[in-house]
Structures are given as C-alpha cells and as structure tokens.
C-alpha cells in the first residue's frame, strides 16, 4: 500500500475548507468566553468616575482587608487539614484507614452555600451544640455564656475549609503516593524520624502540589457569594452585587470586580508556577514505581490518627447531611410540592443543555488544536479555558452587558426593517444562563476530554490516516468512540457543576426561574432554610456521583506495605 504524499501536504479543497471551519469555530468560542471579560474592562473605564470617591473611601478598603483575612484563614486551614491527611494516610496504617482515604473527599459534594445553611443552624444558639454545651455546665440561656459566632469572618472561613480542604489532600496524597520508595528510604538511611522526614524531606517535595490546592480552594473561595452573604462576611464578592443591585451602579460593580480579577491573576499565576515545580519535582524524584511502606500506628496514636480524620469528615459532610436530613424529615410533605418539582426540571433542562453545549465546544477546540498547528487557533483554544478560573459573579456581569447589547441591536434592526419589537431575547432568559455556565465550564470539560485523548497510543490518528481514512473520519470512527468514557465524565461533571452554581444564575435568571441552588438560597435568604433541606439534599446527591467516582479510585490504593 502507498499514500499519496502530495494529498497529505496539499489536501483537497473540500478538506481545508472543513479545517478551516473548525479554525474559525474555535477562534468564535475563544471570543465568547474573552467577551465577558472585555465586556468588564469596558463598562469599568467608560463610567464618568462620580463612584470612584465612594468606592475607594467605603467600600474597596474594608472588603479588600475582608477578603484577605478570609483567604489567609482558609488557605491556613486547608493547607493544615489537607497536608495532613494526606500524610496520615499515605504514611501510617491506623484504624479505618482505606474508608477515611475516600471518605475525606465527600465534603466536595457540598457547596459552599448549603455548607453555611447547614453550619449557621447547626452552631445556633437553639442547635444541638450550644444546648449540648448549656446542659453540660448549667446554663439556663444564651445570655449567660459567651460562645464563638459563626456569622463572622472566623466563620465564614471554618465553612469554607470544611468543605474545600479536598483539593489540598487530593493533589498532595498524589505527591506523596507518587515518590515511591527512594525518598522515603533515603531519609530513613540517614536516621531520621517519620515526623523529621516529613517535615525536611517530604513537605518540601510536595510544596508545589500544595500550592496548586491551595489555589484551587483560593479561586472558589472568591467565587463564593452564598457563603458569605449568610453569614455577613462582606468580602469582594459581595461588594460587587452590593454596589451593583444596591446602589444600582454597574460601573461600581465592575470596577470592583477588576479588583477581584487582579487577584485571579495572581493565583493562576501561583498556580500555573506550582504545576510547573510539580512536573520538576516528579520528573527528579519519583522515579521508583514502588508505593512507600506504611508504618503500622499502636493504640493511642492509632486512636488519635482515626479520630483526626474523622473530625474534617464530619464537619465537611455530616453536620450538612444531618441538618438537612432532620429538616428534611419534617418537609416530606414538600416533595410533591409543584415550586419544588419544577426546580428539579429546571435544574434538570439547565445543565443538560450546558454540558451537551460544553462537550461540544470541548470537541471543537480539541480537534481544532489536532488539526491545526497555526498560532491562532492554539491561542484561541487556551484562552478558551480562562472561564473557568473567573467567579460566576464576574462572568455574569460582563455576560449581562453583552447579551443587552445583542438584544439591543436586534430589536432596532427590527424595528428599521420589519416594523416590529423582538424585546429581550436573550437577557433575563435561560439561554443567558446556559451561556454564562458553558463559559465557566468548558475548561472542565475540555480537560477532561483531553486527559483521556493523551491515554490513547499517540499514533493513533496517523496509523487511521495512512490506512486511507480522512482526519473527519478517523475522528468520527475512531477517536470518538475510544473517547466515549471521557466525553460522558466530562458530560456528568458540567451537569453537577451547573446544578451546584448559584452566583451567575442568580443575577441572569428570567423572573420565575428557580434552580435547586436559588430555591435554597431564596428560603436561606427570608430565614427559613429547613424549607429548602429537600431542595439542598438533592444537590448533594447529585454532587456525590462524581465525588464517589472519584472516591472509588483513591480506595484502590491497596499496594503499600505495613511494618
């Protein structure tokens, strides 16, 4: 058999034509996720300045020093939890240790809102823990003690460690699975202690990987609003949506939310620096495939080992599961409720359209970086991926422009010719709402994808082509269908992601649309969040599927050794 090479340099008309297409449609995908982002630039710099004075003298001040005591708390805690946790399990065996190697991860299944529902009632002066603590020493009320309060900064930051330690332990545990033998070895040979290795040997291998958690916890802990709006912790967030909705200035809101976009920056900055180290680190020191050998704990520091484990699973996901559970077991009544059932469809029909629309837009961009060396296409494909990284709150803002000024246009063109209103077509609509989550997360999904396109052999696609099958061919006949498991878990991932947001849907859905996420925000927000406790269980469980998934491979690991 030959190839005609002149037919692969040069290929036909027909065929540059459909590459070129996939060009151009990933070239319009980059520019609808750079548009909010452009949209933000431009309504910030085209105000007359008149909320300048203000925001600088009241508002910028004290939510930047907000905003930096809560991220200095959070990344605190879940630095400390996530470190170690995944030492504990990767270096000790202990009582329950394989269930708590998994177990630490579903906290992840619950957002940060329904996290602070659940811990603003459980911490209440009428919860089970301050009437526990008056029993206890006699108290008759809660005037006559002094206890911490969970509506504070402190609070906030407790809530959000809670449930976002994970990304810490995951990316660390990896490390630490992945150096194998040597390190381990190495510093045993020259007398060090378990304690005295991890802290000169270990730590600083895995610092890059900590890092990368650490500003993974960082960017959702800015894109939170739930959170810290319940809880009456005015950080950035809150001052976007305050100066915006409250003092109806949306130049105001986006010169803050500039502010908030510097330290994006700089946490991809720290964070892109960590993957790097991290490739460094594993390329030098993880060389033996071996896992490491476990020391096997006695008695009480076996005791001490499980009950530490134990205390960030309970608050990350049971105080949640308890205190919708038992609110849930008194609205049963509520599961036949039409307001409900129609949140569930609407949940339903939000994020399948999103993800169907993200998977797509995730092939496109995929297959136009393989068919496409040109620096544009690449380009436009990475900076595709920068959604992800912005606050919900942010992307909603600079969407909300755009789509007025879409409708805007529309309507006068119309008018001119047709004689006729379209009105608002795309503002205050799903549709907006849709755009705005595929914006987020079309970097999840094309990460997704493109981890299981790099497990496939690399010649994959050449041995197709030189069998005589087109590059649509062999990616409609080949590639897609060894991609189906990847492209579904990029699917399964979008949709939880887009039933758990609450910032961008709340200030771009239509009058009457109500997602699970804003039918418990809105019974949080008049005081009664047992009304949503139905509502609230049913985005964790939906958060649990790909929570367990990924669970169940952290319990394989079953190939280290005890002493």
């Known amino acids: 058999m030959t190839v005609d090479a002149t037919a692969t340099k040069h290929p036909a008309p027909a065929v540059r034509r459909r590459h070129r297409l996939v060009e151009i449609g990933a070239m319009a995908a980059a520019l609808v996720v750079m548009a909010p982002l452009v949209s933000l630039i431009f309504i910030a710099f085209s105000s007359d300045g008149s909320d300048w004075p203000h925001l600088i003298r009241n508002v910028i001040p004290a939510s930047i020093e907000t905003t930096l005591a809560l991220l200095t708390m959070v990344a605190a805690g879940a630095s400390f939890i996530g470190i170690l946790a995944a030492w504990l399990i990767t270096a000790f065996e202990f009582p329950l240790r394989r269930t708590l190697s998994w177990a630490l991860i579903l906290p992840l299944a619950v957002p940060t809102y329904l996290a602070a529902y659940a811990f603003a009632e459980f911490f209440h002066a009428t919860g089970p823990v301050q009437s526990l603590y008056r029993d206890l020493l006699g108290y008759q009320s809660a005037r006559d003690y002094w206890f911490p309060d969970i509506r504070s900064t402190g609070g906030t930051a407790l809530v959000l460690v809670s449930v976002l330690y994970p990304y810490v332990y995951m990316t660390t545990r990896v490390v630490f699975l992945m150096q194998g033998r040597n390190l381990a070895d190495a510093a045993r040979t020259l007398g060090c202690g378990p304690l005295n290795a991890f802290w000169r040997v270990l730590l600083p291998v895995a610092r890059p990987a900590v890092v990368a958690g650490v500003a993974l916890v960082l960017m959702e ?46 946490l991809l900055s720290a964070e892109q620096w960590a993957r790097k180290r991290q490739r460094f680190h594993n390329n030098r020191a993880t060389a033996m495939k071996l896992r490491p050998v476990r020391i096997r704990l006695r008695r009480a520091k076996a005791l001490a080992a499980t009950a530490a484990l134990c205390l960030p699973v309970l608050f990350g996901f049971g105080i949640p599961l308890f205190v919708f559970g038992r609110y849930a077991l008194r609205r049963l009544d509520q599961i036949a409720e039409p307001r409900l059932a129609d949140a569930l469809i609407t949940t339903v029909i ?25 620096l544009p296409v690449r380009l436009g494909a990475r900076l595709a991926s920068i959604g992800y990284a912005l606050p919900g709150g942010l992307v909603a803002l600079g969407l909300l422009y755009v789509l007025a000024d879409i409708d805007n246009s529309v309507d006068a063109f119309m008018r001119a010719q047709f004689g006729f209103s379209t009105g608002l077509l795309l503002t205050g609509s799903m549709a907006a709402v849709v755009i705005a989550c595929t914006i987020r997360f079309v970097a999840l999904a094309e990460g997704s ?41 990029a699917f399964l991932l979008v949709f939880v992601d887009t039933a758990k947001e609450l910032s961008a849907t709340i200030l771009l859905r239509p009058f009457g649309y109500n997602t699970l996420a804003t039918f418990v925000y809105e019974n949080a927000s008049r005081g009664a969040p047992e009304d949503g406790a139905i509502a609230a269980l049913m985005i964790v469980a939906t958060a649990l599927v790909p929570v367990l998934l990924l669970a169940a491979s952290f319990a394989r690991d079953s190939t280290g050794q005890s002493l």
């Open 221 to 266: 802990t800015l894109n939170d609003i739930g959170a810290a709006e319940y809880l009456g912790t005015k950080t950035l967030t809150f001052a976007v949506y305050a100066t915006w909705l409250g003092r109806g200035s949306l130049a105001g809101g986006a010169q803050i939310a500039l502010v908030m976009l510097a330290v994006v920056i700089a």
């Open 350 to 374: 939000t994020a399948s359209l999103t993800a169907l629309l993200t998977v797509s837009l995730s092939l496109l961009l995929l297959n136009a970086t393989r068919l496409s060396r040109a």
């Open 449 to 489: 994808i493109r981890s299981g396109a790099e497990k496939l052999p690399a010649n994959i696609d050449e041995a197709a082509r030189s069998l005589g099958q087109t590059a649509s061919g062999s990616a409609r006949l080949i590639l897609l269908p060894l991609l189906k498991p990847a492209i579904l878990t």
